[in-house]
């Protein structure tokens, strides 16, 4: 099963839908509350790093018997330095989305944390795509 998302420019409304509708499918499926939580954690995660850094993108989640496979793509600025972009608490946040709770440096190293596999691509000015696999 696959489940295919355009994530908004800055737009704050619909941020979490994906993850909202992956959750409710993976417990339709009896998929186990602690993998529900780490896909839909990964993929929110996702989708706000997309809102406020790469002007929205594609989020998608392909459901397998063995694995929930989440991949993320922009075409936004790219990331220059994915190291320190790793680093928790390290953002490039503007300050108008920190003072609404967001930006703050946690949602890449979240993502990987919540999965088994995380890899990252970035070219500056290019655009990110991520890939996170969750095992069932």
């Not at 190291?83 to 989305?97: H, I, K, N, Q």
């Amino acid at each position: 099963m696959k489940l295919k998302f355009e994530v908004g420019d800055e737009d704050f409304s619909l941020a979490g839908r994906a993850s909202s509708e992956l959750k409710g499918v993976l417990k339709r499926l009896g998929i186990g509350p602690d993998l529900v939580r780490r896909a839909s954690i990964a993929m929110y995660e996702g989708e706000i790093n997309m809102v406020i850094h790469a002007g929205g993108g594609v989020a998608e989640a392909e459901i397998e018997a063995d694995r929930v496979v989440l991949t993320l793509i922009d075409a936004g600025p790219g990331i220059p330095d994915l190291s320190l972009a790793m680093t928790e608490g390290w953002s490039t946040a503007p300050d108008r989305f920190r003072e609404l709770g967001f930006g703050a440096g946690m949602g890449l190293p979240n993502m990987r944390r919540n999965c088994d596999e995380f890899d990252i691509e970035s070219e500056v000015g290019k655009g990110t795509s991520v890939r996170m696999v969750i095992r069932l």
